[in-house]
């Protein structure tokens, strides 16, 4: 039970985020639109010609599909060091945990912690039974601290809404989002959720999602080979050279083929080998996941994983898309998506994809020291593109949870 001190302090500061988010939130739609129409002229002016029309994601209606005062926990005044190391015992962290049972998510704020990542993972490790090492990923992380990787993505990039993982067999229950550096002016470089209950009731609702429901999803992941160097151009803003989108070397820890090739097959992927040791992955399962705690399926795909996740990416988006996936090269966009039966998913189905998340999101605008846990079922997450003003910075930390065997969908367990 939290005391009555607590709560009142933290009803005065949610009503007063809440209030600002109120005011704030037809501006922050005008900006965040402003930077996703810039990125998407900049893509039009290099995309390959043989690319379908642009799909340009909005991310949210212009009003935030969940309120902040909803699952903010603000923790001024406290001594949030000393508070986590009371465990159970602190009113504080039975409120975060409370508050992350009940939603999925969670947002501390005003935790006084700074630049201190280690300390943000203690936060983060609250609602978690267990962290997960960072294996077969998709992105390119470095690790900041023990157990706490960046985001691996370019700020140039819109990053469509996405569940980490779900195209591998072993996915995460649930992410920490770790605010080490944050943009000056409120709002800008946020990043944003989709509430997916919400979701997966819209997309069961289209004959896309009927479709997705029947066939399920098949994804194609490439990954190219870190001596090769045959291809290799300028680097970009995450240091990585134009044309790479990671190696299967960083993705999956291992140094050998033999070695790549038992952690591919651990995580259900079917595997083929190109010139230069170029790594051609697929992996089918159900477009949804069965969560336990709801006793139902939820949506666990999205565009994140098709070749349209590089329309903005600095390197990648002047690449064209695959003819095939046996004829997949590093000249290609490394990524694609098709249903379960290989039959390829249309305009008008990607576009109800994109726009079922849009529908249901709401922004997390950081401050440094905030953490932000959620529930990799109930949420999708996902950023518009951002610019950085000289001196500006914005880093994140991320902290993997729980890993758990996908099962896919369960007869008759639907909304």
Not at 7 to 12: G, P, S
Not at 75 to 96: F, W
Not at 312 to 340: C, E, F, H, K, N
Request: hydrophobic share 35%.
């Amino acid at each position: 039970m939290l005391s009555l001190t607590r709560r009142l302090r933290t009803q005065r500061a949610l009503s007063t985020l809440a209030s600002a988010n109120s005011a704030g939130s037809a501006s922050l739609y005008n900006g965040y639109q402003a930077d996703l129409e810039q990125a998407a002229a900049a893509a039009q002016n290099v995309r390959d010609p043989s690319l379908p029309e642009l799909i340009v994601p909005q991310f949210w209606t212009g009003t935030p599909a969940m309120s902040a005062s909803r699952y903010v926990v603000d923790c001024t005044g406290a001594d949030v060091r000393a508070e986590v190391a009371k465990g159970d015992n602190s009113q504080l962290v039975q409120e975060i945990k409370g508050t992350f049972e009940d939603l999925g998510v969670v947002h501390m704020k005003n935790t006084g912690l700074e630049e201190d990542l280690a300390s943000m993972r203690l936060c983060a490790k609250l609602p978690m039974p267990a962290e997960m090492v960072y294996e077969g990923g998709a992105n390119y992380r470095d690790q900041l601290v023990e157990n706490v990787f960046d985001t691996g993505a370019p700020r140039e990039a819109w990053l469509h809404y996405h569940h980490e993982m779900a195209y591998v067999n072993q996915s995460t229950r649930m992410l920490g989002f770790c605010a080490k550096a944050v943009c000056k002016e409120p709002g800008k470089g946020a990043m944003f959720l989709s509430d997916n209950v919400a979701v997966t009731r819209d997309i069961l609702g289209t004959e896309f999602g009927a479709k997705l429901k029947e066939r399920g999803i098949c994804y194609i992941r490439c990954l190219t080979d870190r001596e090769d160097t045959n291809n290799l151009g300028e680097v970009n803003s995450v240091g990585e050279p134009a044309g790479v989108y990671n190696h299967w070397q960083q993705s999956f820890g291992c140094d050998t083929i033999p070695e790549v090739e038992a952690a591919a097959k651990q995580k259900g992927l079917a595997l083929q080998w190109g010139p230069g040791r170029y790594l051609r992955t697929k992996y089918y399962t159900s477009g949804f996941e069965y969560f336990p705690p709801l006793d139902t399926n939820l949506l666990y795909s999205s565009v994140a994983d098709h070749d349209m996740w590089f329309d903005t990416w600095p390197g990648m988006s002047q690449l064209p898309r695959m003819a095939s996936y046996a004829d997949a090269s590093p000249v290609d966009r490394p990524l694609y998506i098709t249903y379960g039966d290989d039959s390829e998913m249309t305009k008008a189905d990607l576009n109800t994809f994109v726009d079922a998340y849009d529908q249901h999101g709401f922004p997390i605008s950081w401050e440094t020291g905030d953490v932000v846990v959620v529930c990799n079922y109930r949420f999708a997450h996902g950023r518009p593109n951002y610019s950085l003003a000289e001196g500006e910075e914005r880093e994140l930390g991320v902290v993997l949870g729980e890993m758990f065997d996908r099962v896919g969908q369960k007869p008759g367990k639907w909304l």
